[in-house]
């Protein structure tokens, strides 16, 4: 019997653009799908390079009209991989015409777009998913089992720390991350969003925060085109400077409602050496663990219960059989890596479309971590404790 279907319009050819094709290419090859998805069109700003994009990723068709795109009878599921400023209007239009929808991170650019478009897919009865990549880590998702079990015991501390380097040349050209009106915010809703629901997933709902921010490089060069954070800086100048009016970093303490666990967040871009260092560590009253997105195959785990002489971290590989999504790939650490991410995300967000009760992050959860950053800026700004 011919398998069910699913037709998808992906929006979006950048660096997400590219990581959902793949995933959406990939997912029904290495897993075993009830339904598999179809990669219809592809949908970009400009006609030549999403043309090329539909054909270097896969897409049967390219489109510039992402209304019209959206509007289709003949899809089912669009997928919004586009700066920041578009996850409103285009999740709003695909709420209204009855698709499902797939959202990169964070949600929107401020706490009232993310509430509205919540609010607009519970209306539609949609199937919703904010992309949270790293819960799909296979070590993430064992660590979460771990927790849930209450192997680690009771959570005294949750620490995250999410350190890039990609824009400490101030030479680096301002792009649409570094603008208020495309991306909402820096560091925090980029990378802050992800620790900040990680903390969600593995955790618990943040309560309150005390937090600070800072932008280190104030201008930046307006480079000839849409710098992406792969561009390296020897870009064709316009001899012009940009006001950079985002954070570059923010920290922040955060208390856990209904637990004693204590939290401690760093996200920044302005740590030289870190290029993707995407860290946490728990300390629980049974045990920890240490997992960071270089190292993202193995996790690093203490037993209180070991026997003294052999007390220590020890590093435990989540590529054995019977790690969450391992059975598609290798036998034992033989390992995978960051574009695996999404492929897991859409075997979960499409075998579970239609379902009401979902094991992957949603429009909820993704408002939830926006909440928590609208918190951020007010504490950055009272320099106090603010309520989530
Ligand atoms: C840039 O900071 C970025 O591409 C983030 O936007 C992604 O969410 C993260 O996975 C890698 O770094």
Redesign the pocket.
């Known amino acids: 019997m011919a398998k069910k279907t699913v037709n998808v319009a992906l929006i979006g050819t950048k ?2 653009g590219k990581a959902h094709s793949n995933g959406l290419r990939q997912v029904a090859r290495f897993f075993d799908m009830p339904v598999e998805p179809v990669m219809k069109v592809i949908c970009g700003r400009n006609p030549k390079e999403t043309a090329a994009a539909a054909k270097q990723f896969g897409w049967e068709e390219a489109s510039t009209d992402w209304k019209a795109v959206i509007n289709r009878k003949d899809i089912d599921v669009v997928d919004i991989s586009s700066s920041g400023e578009w996850h409103h209007p285009m999740a709003i239009a695909a709420a209204k015409a009855g698709k499902h929808i797939i959202c ?2 964070p949600l929107a650019n401020n706490l009232k777009q993310a509430e509205q478009m919540t609010e607009a897919v519970k209306k539609a009865g949609v199937s919703n998913m904010c ?1 949270f ?2 819960r799909f880590a296979p070590a993430v998702a064992t660590i979460k089992k771990m927790i849930q079990k209450g192997e680690l015991g009771e959570l005294y501390h949750f620490r995250a720390c999410y350190q ?1 380097d ?1 824009i400490v040349d101030p030479e680096f050209p301002l792009n649409w ?1 570094l603008q208020k009106k495309t991306a909402g915010s820096g ?1 925090l809703g ?2 802050g ?2 620790i900040t629901d990680m903390c969600h997933n593995l955790v618990g709902p943040i309560d309150s925060v005390c937090a600070t921010m800072r932008t280190f490089v104030t201008e930046r060069p307006i480079a000839d085109s849409a710098a992406t ?1 792969a561009a390296k800086t020897g870009q064709k100048r316009t001899g012009k400077k940009g006001k950079v009016d985002v954070d570059d970093a923010a920290i922040f303490l955060a208390t856990i409602k209904g637990s004693r666990t204590l939290a401690t967040f760093e996200a920044t ?1 302005f740590a030289p050496g870190r290029r ?1 260092y ?1 860290c946490i560590e728990i300390y629980g009253s049974k045990g920890s663990v240490i997992w960071n ?1 270089e190292d993202m195959n193995v996790f690093q785990y203490y037993n209180c219960a070991d026997p003294g002489h052999v007390q220590g971290f020890r590093r435990v590989h989540a590529t054995d059989p019977g790690h969450p999504y391992t059975q598609a790939w290798w036998p034992s650490a033989h390992i995978i890596g ?1 574009e695996h ?1 999404f492929t897991h995300e859409m075997y979960d967000f499409i075998t579970q479309l239609g379902k009401k009760k979902v094991t992957y992050p949603t429009f909820e959860d993704g408002l939830a971590c926006q909440r928590v950053m609208d918190a951020v800026e007010r504490s950055t700004k009272s320099k106090r404790w603010e309520k989530v």
């Open positions: 660096f997400m990169e991170k992309g990549s790293y890039q990609w991350r560091t980029d990378i969003a992800h954070i871009r993707n995407n997105q960051y991410l």
